[in-house]
């Protein structure tokens, strides 16, 4: 009895083996693969955008003084003055104001006088506050100056308590009881609690109980700590759909732990029986002082039905991204910060044509990634810079490369150097408050990549004027974004336009294809209550015949806030 059910079962199989076969010769020998690329590009160039729009919002508190320290070692001639041979720091935690007693032996050798010993010290105090120890002194001990040694006293400044209505802090706060007080370990406490959306906080330098002791009055301001988001625009393409409705959700300070929880779906609409595709992003981060650990998980799923020579099929493919993501500033200035990060990511993506896997496109895909991140203040304007090496590895069950590989074969084992550059720089037109922001992201790799690593360009993601149903993608290549943002008086609106442009090449390239794009723009942000609308235009200028586009290429976005 089993067997003879079986029997339908595994007919059923070959049939669908057999279609599928069909399917490749008559089709496309790489067509789920393809889609599934393309589709994967659209979604990784959406997360690149969003993910400098992040960027660009994140909080940055600068305290103290915004003017530079006075590095010049002139001095005033003076009649009686003393040959200087050695200046030297002294006192408590000397060693870690070494930076000042480089300094002070840029004076080594100098005639001294009582005028120009005091400039030294006030010189020495700006360079100080410049680094954030604004309640640490220098003094000037008695002493003989004859044997031509300067003694400097350091007073270093000290916490003495930090008063706070809970302990939620100490997850935020690079700094304890009784450590050198200094403002850029408040500034990295400070944003890390700003970072979640319903918190802000501000801190006060109070005297302490003992000398040199300072207190720290921390005063947190809590609002809903949820928000949800639903959304409503058309980023999808023809094949699969090309309204999405989406609903993204976060919860900040689950654990107590100033950490941020946020969960996306999307989904095409309306529901179709042949075509269609869904989408799942999950994010937990948790901040330790100077130091930010970040999970994610992407999911990603499609079916479209393909019209073939004799019949029509169905392909469908699915992805999934695992990274883990672990940052470390590692240096903070009165006009900028600097930061190492290192990340590791695994995906798994799988096609099919009527339901039978496609195994020789199946891919189980580790990757290593280093990056140097920089946000440095340029007068009013913002830099924020990212420069990362990319390397395909082997880890977790990473696929490794066949041996015997033809020199042109892409590789499991590549290596990829990316750079994304934001550039915000706020001016007033008259009266109005506007605002120009240029992005930068280019890739670069020598050897032949699979189509799922490609840079691919056209795009409201990456060069706008193209609808992003076709793309120009390539192993190396870059887009530069320009928008100019006016707002419209007093109303929750603004107006922007710009131009962008782009490049693509490498192996892959076809010789006799257009490999530039550039376009223009103009668009639309309005609120109303709990409604927003973003809507824009796009035409194409150069490459506009080398891709199937909506001319205008048009595009908008509906959000409600929950």
């Known amino acids: 009895m089993n067997s003879f059910m079986a029997l339908p079962r595994r007919r059923q199989y070959v049939r669908r083996l057999a279609v599928a076969s069909a399917a490749l010769w008559l089709v496309c020998p790489a067509v789920a693969q393809t889609t599934l690329d393309r589709q994967e590009q659209r979604e990784r160039a959406q997360r690149e955008a969003e993910a400098r729009s992040g960027q660009r919002e ?9 003017l530079p320290p006075v590095f010049r070692t002139g001095l005033p001639v003076e009649a009686h003055c ?9 006192g408590a935690h000397a060693d870690t104001f070494r930076f000042v007693q480089r300094y002070l032996d840029q004076y080594q050798g100098r005639c001294l006088g009582a005028s120009g010993i005091q400039t030294i010290r ?15 002194r220098v003094a000037l001990p008695e002493q003989a100056v004859g044997p031509g040694v300067l003694r400097f006293q350091l007073l270093p400044g000290t916490i003495g308590r930090i008063r706070a209505a809970d302990s939620s802090w100490r997850t935020a706060f690079p700094l304890r009881e009784g450590d050198v007080l200094n403002l850029r370990d408040i500034e990295q406490g400070l944003e890390q609690l700003k970072r979640l959306a319903s918190q802000d906080a501000n801190v006060d330098i109070a005297p302490g109980q003992q000398a040199g002791e300072s207190d720290l009055v921390l005063t947190i301001q809590r609002g809903r700590p949820w928000h949800a988001v639903a959304t409503l625009d058309d980023t999808g393409s023809r094949s699969t759909g090309r309204l999405q409705a989406g609903v993204n959700l976060s919860m900040d300070n689950l654990l107590r732990l100033n950490d941020l929880f946020s969960l996306g779906l999307n989904r095409n609409v309306p529901a179709s029986a042949g075509h269609g595709t869904s989408g799942m992003s999950m994010s937990y981060s948790v901040p330790k002082g100077y130091w930010l650990f970040s999970v994610a998980l992407y999911d990603y799923a499609y079916r479209q039905t393909i019209t073939g020579y004799l019949q029509s099929f169905q392909s469908r493919g699915k992805s999934r991204t695992a990274d883990l993501t672990i940052q470390r500033v590692v240096h903070r200035g009165s006009h900028g910060r600097s930061a190492i990060e290192f990340r590791v990511g695994k995906r798994w993506a799988h096609s099919f044509i009527e339901d039978v ?3 020789t496109q199946r891919r189980h895909v580790t990757t290593a990634e280093v990056a140097f991140v920089q946000r440095q203040d340029l007068g009013h ?3 924020d810079l990212r420069l990362a090496r990319r390397h395909g590895v ?18 499991f084992g590549y290596h990829l150097n990316i750079l994304d550059a934001s550039l915000t720089v706020p001016f007033r037109m008259g009266r109005l408050s506007a605002q120009w922001t240029s992005d930068l992201r280019a890739q670069r790799s020598a050897g032949t990549l699979y189509g799922s690593e490609f840079i691919a360009i056209g795009g409201r993601y990456t060069v706008r004027g193209f609808d992003g149903e ?7 290549g ?6 100019l943002t006016l707002p419209l008086g007093a109303l929750p609106a603004a107006v922007y336009f710009g131009f962008d442009t782009g490049h693509i090449g490498g192996p892959s390239t076809p010789f006799d294809t257009p490999k530039s794009l550039s376009g223009s723009f103009v668009g639309v942000r309005a609120s109303a209550g709990r409604f927003g609308l973003d809507a824009f235009a796009g035409w194409a200028w150069r490459g506009a015949r080398a891709l199937d586009s909506m001319r205008p290429a048009t595009g908008f976005q509906l959000t409600y806030q929950l």
Do not use: F, H, K, M
């Open 470 to 476: 076709q793309t120009l993608a390539g192993e190396r």
């Open 357 to 359: 896997e496609l195994i």
């Open 82 to 90: 003393v040959r200087i041979d050695t200046l030297r720091l002294e």
């Open 478 to 483: 870059w887009y530069w974004r320009n928008t």
């Open 58 to 66: 994140a909080p940055d508190v600068r305290l103290g003084s915004s």
């Open 381 to 383: 304007a913002r830099l």
């Open 394 to 411: 082997s880890w977790l069950g990473g696929q490794r490369d066949a041996p015997g590989l033809a020199p042109n074969a892409p590789r």
């Open 122 to 136: 006030a010189r020495a105090a700006a360079i100080l506050a410049d680094a954030g120890y604004v309640t640490t």
